[in-house]
């Protein structure tokens, strides 16, 4: 692994050295930036009691202090706005805005609560800020808005997000994300999950060796899904990461810093729960799903060490009918910090976490005809160390140190009764040879195995520090990165006399992954970040560049290797309080194993066949053709990023508008393509009584067969553009109840820039003379969407209420650019004949025009849809509180008629109701 990765740095000297001289230059660069004093006291809400102990933490800066006997903390921090959170073992708080001013003291008052509902200050909303080391469109998640959400997963949390929808909770099914994109196509869909990066606890979650697939029988559509739960080749399963292990989320939907690597869509960024927390029950109930946490913490992590423990069991069904169909998951988390020289800026965090899952379908004891049975059993041990150290705390020059390592133990089954149509022979070849083979039995029971171990190494280097002179400050940050992922299961394996469903002459045969080659990455990143004020304008630059290599272990490097990735995010203010801001950046995602190399296909052609009565004298000859479908040079996808808008605070209100365009170019897809594949038809020379026949080898008949076979391609394209508008307002006319609007229309446009074959003639009885070759169509859809959020906030009788007003406005879907004619044909030979898109098919080549449905093309825009959710929060004191949630409250499921298919469509999620109790074990003093 080692001498791969060093291989890989030494092959591309130049470009790293480079940004090695930008690293080691950063620690020269920064000087003592310009800084002011925050101090505060903490106090009992209730008593104005001092409280000692809080931990007090700054962002952007990363800056902790710590409470005294008497609650007073004092802490110098960088000249500018800043969001203060505190956190206390027995007490809950809140989160504000604090601006530091250079040479001065701010003076802060922070209020604690025993519970957060009895604080008045509660925020059950995605906070859009730019209090973050990013500069590009942030929302921001906070533990108390997590609380107040019916959420068991961090998909749920993201419904918080502009453009995504509210749906019920649940765990059946895999969960993906979908940033600043709408549904088009299945495989836009995965490339926009596949490209967005999860950060958890400072280390990126891998799911690049994933290979928990199966081989797409050739009348499915090609690229369809196995038929046990996985997310092989599509973003990582956001069911994995539970609502109740997260302390904070930052889901970054514009241009991120340099800093992140190996994303093309979003990047969120997840930090979970750690540090002093009184033990504490949660449970949740609800038709579909039943979940408990237990969570707690010693010690603050600031001034001595901290250690955090928290534990989470869910049992999941589609529907509460159907026991047969269960998701089970079981997370672990122990969470371990250091401070190091007693201070706050210097320490050493060590995360260990287990996480295992059950996505089952058991066996009906009623399907004694088909046996069907299913299941994906996966296991994670992930081990997260993180080290910060602080030589100048005037400057903030750090070095901070992480590594991953993530191991799984994926195994994945599936049975059913196979039946033929009639005998069919079985081959064992593994090469291209002619061998005699088997008459398989015309009716067994399949059973597949499917073993990944995927193993997942990340390590990161990272310097940064700030600096000052006269009306600027900056924070230079470098670093470098490597990734080293690879899988070494057993793989898919079975009885070769009782394969899967396979047809049209497709033999299958198992497949170790253990001979794959690993994926490697390394990238180097530097990004400087400006800030400065001309009269009484603020002005803002963040430039980035960052360079990643992408390897696969044993293969010659090329250039094409290398990917350099600027970007850039500005912001000026163009009025008092009103912000312009503008960012551009490049993306890239790397191709997972399971499309760099899918492995080969086999096809077992009849040449000879004589079945008897007499097993002694049947024989078949088969002529093992193999296709390898392995693509090893496929290159990363990228992505290109603009977006413009403006932030404005009116008195007790923000205002966030962003207007973006994204277009991702050469992402991934899955291609049937027809390959032609030449062997020999023998004929019977005699045949002699209780042997098999004599084959007459001298006078074959030479033949082509036309196979088809399911192969990545890296020609899809997607285009997204819109518009997002979030409103944030807080105790409106002086009355307890707070509103959050926010809008989002979104455009995207999904397509491939390649060519398909019409392979549908294939499945025929006969094989047609030519089989023509067409340009794809795209699929357009847009919607505006908007959600108003009404929270009532009543902190003496500790009740929260949460008034949900969902509306999708606009939801168009149409496929566009439909061309018929086909622009050349493969004829039965295998030969390709193109003649473009503007002129007309040789003469001899019949009318082979795409036949669509006479409605295929019609635009389908359903009317308005609402969707009312209420949420219900009280406390009940000494550290207890429940929720009533019910979702579509007033069970409004209007149906449409599909314009294309005719068909009644039900809209709008159905009424679902749940119920969560949470209750802190003891009170701490």
């Known amino acids: 692994m080692y001498r791969d990765i060093l291989y890989t740095v030494l092959s591309y000297k130049p470009v790293f050295l480079l940004l090695l001289i930008v690293l080691i230059r950063v620690p020269v660069l920064v000087a003592q930036s310009q800084q002011g004093v925050v101090c505060g006291k903490a106090v009992l809400a209730e008593h104005n009691d001092p409280v000692a102990g809080v931990v007090v933490w700054f962002e952007p800066a990363e800056r902790a202090a710590v409470t005294d006997a008497d609650g007073f903390f004092c802490r110098a921090l960088p000249a500018g706005q800043s969001a203060m959170s505190v956190r206390h073992l027995a007490y809950h708080g809140s989160t504000q805005a604090v601006i530091v001013v250079q040479g001065d003291t701010t003076h802060v008052h922070i209020r604690l609560a025993w519970q957060e509902l009895e604080l008045g200050e509660i925020r059950v909303t995605a906070r859009s800020s730019r209090n973050t080391s990013e500069a590009g469109s942030v929302s921001v998640v906070e533990r108390a808005a997590i609380d107040h959400l019916q959420a068991s997963s961090l998909a749920d949390i993201l419904q918080l997000i502009p453009g995504q929808l509210a749906v019920n909770p649940g765990l059946s099914g895999a969960q993906q994300a979908l940033i600043r994109q709408v549904p088009t196509t299945a495989e836009a869909a995965r490339n926009n999950a596949l490209g967005t990066s999860i950060i958890l606890d400072g280390a990126p979650v891998s799911n690049n060796a994933n290979l928990q697939q199966d081989v797409t029988i050739l009348n499915a559509s090609p690229g369809s899904l196995p038929p046990f739960s996985s997310v092989a080749g599509r973003g990582t399963d956001l069911r994995d990461i539970p609502a109740d292990l997260i302390e904070r989320v930052e889901v970054i939907r514009g241009i991120p810093s340099a800093r992140h690597g190996d994303v093309a869509a979003g990047t969120i960024l997840v930090q979970t729960r750690g540090g002093a927390m009184r033990p504490a029950l949660q449970v949740r109930f609800s038709p579909t799903l039943t979940e408990a946490s237990f969570r707690t913490g010693f010690g603050d992590g600031v001034r001595r060490r901290g250690i955090s423990i928290a534990s989470n069991l869910s049992a999941a069904q589609q529907d509460p009918r159907e026991e047969l169909q269960n998701y ?56 997260n160390v993180q080290h910060q150290h602080t030589f100048k705390e005037e400057n903030d020059l750090r070095l901070r140190l992480v590594y991953r390592l993530q191991q799984d133990w994926q195994d994945s089954y599936f049975q059913e009764m196979v039946t033929r149509g009639g005998l069919f022979p079985l081959s064992t070849s593994i090469s291209d040879t002619l061998a005699p083979g088997d008459f398989g039995p015309v009716e067994y029971l399949n059973q597949t195995n499917v073993q990944g171990r995927p193993v997942s190494h990340y390590a990161r280097a990272e310097i940064s520090g700030r600096w000052a002179t006269t009306g600027l400050q900056g924070l230079a940050v470098a670093g470098s990165e490597i990734r080293h992922e690879s899988n070494s299961g057993t793989g898919r394996q079975f009885d070769l006399l009782r394969p899967p469903r396979q047809n049209y002459n497709v033999g299958d045969r198992p497949r170790s992954f253990s001979e794959i080659p690993a994926l490697i990455q390394v990238g180097l990143y530097a990004d400087h970040r400006l800030a400065g004020k001309a009269g009484w304008r603020v002005a803002m630059l963040q430039v980035g560049l960052r360079a990643d290599i992408i390897q696969t272990s044993g293969r010659k490097r090329t250039r094409d290797d290398l990917y350099l990735q600027p970007r850039v995010n500005a912001s000026i203010e163009i009025l008092p309080d009103l912000h312009l801001h503008g960012g551009y950046g490049k993306m890239t995602k790397a191709p997972t194993l399971s499309y760099l190399f899918p492995g080969t296909r086999y096809f077992d052609l009849v040449s000879f066949s004589y079945y008897a009565e007499n097993p002694d004298e049947r024989l078949v000859l088969l002529s093992t053709r193999l296709v390898d479908t392995n693509q090893p040079n496929l290159p990363a996808y990228t992505t290109t990023k603009y977006e413009t808008g403006l932030q404005w605070q009116i008195r007790n209100a923000d205002i966030f508008l962003s ?99 019409n392979t549908s003639p294939l499945f025929g009885a006969t094989v047609p003379e030519f089989l023509g070759i067409y340009r794809n169509y795209d699929t357009e859809r847009d919607r505006l969407t908007t959600s108003v959020r009404l929270i009532g906030q009543l902190p003496d009788a500790g009740l929260v209420l949460t008034v949900l007003a969902q509306t999708i406005w606009l939801d168009r879907n149409q496929p566009t650019r439909i061309q018929t004619q086909p622009i050349g044909v493969v004829d039965r030979a295998g030969n390709t004949l193109l003649w473009g898109d503007q002129q007309t098919p040789p003469d001899g080549i019949p009318d082979l025009q795409l036949q669509f449905g006479e409605r295929f093309d019609l635009q389908e825009s359903p009317p308005p849809l609402w969707l009312f959710n209420l949420r219900v929060s009280k406390s009940l004191g000494r550290g207890m509180q429940t929720s009533v949630y019910i979702n579509n409250i007033f069970a409004s499921r209007p149906a449409y008629r599909s314009v294309r298919s005719q068909t009644l469509i039900q809209r709008n999620q159905p009424i679902f109701f749940g119920f969560d109790f949470s209750a802190q074990l003891r009170r701490f003093n």
């Open 328 to 383: 089970y998951r079981l997370n672990q988390q122990i969470t371990y910090t250091q401070p190091w020289f007693s201070s706050p800026s210097t320490f050493t965090t060590i995360t260990a976490s287990f996480l295992g899952t059950l996505d089952e379908r058991r066996k009906d004891p009623d399907d004694i005809r088909y046996q069907r049975e299913r299941y994906s059993r996966d296991r994670q041990l992930r081990l």
């Open 659 to 757: 207007v973006f365009f994204e277009e991702i170019d050469g992402a991934y897809g899955t291609d049937r393509i027809v390959v032609p594949l030449q062997f020999d038809r023998y004929h019977a020379g005699a045949f002699p009584a209780g042997s098999p026949p004599e084959v007459d080898f001298d006078n074959p008949e030479s033949r082509i067969f036309l196979g088809m076979v399911d192969q990545p391609a890296n020609t899809r394209f997607v285009t997204n553009r819109g518009l997002e508008l979030v409103t944030e307002a807080d105790r409106m006319f002086q009355s307890p109840i707070s509103v959050q609007l926010s809008a989002a229309w979104i455009h995207s446009r999904a397509g491939d820039t390649g060519t398909f074959v």
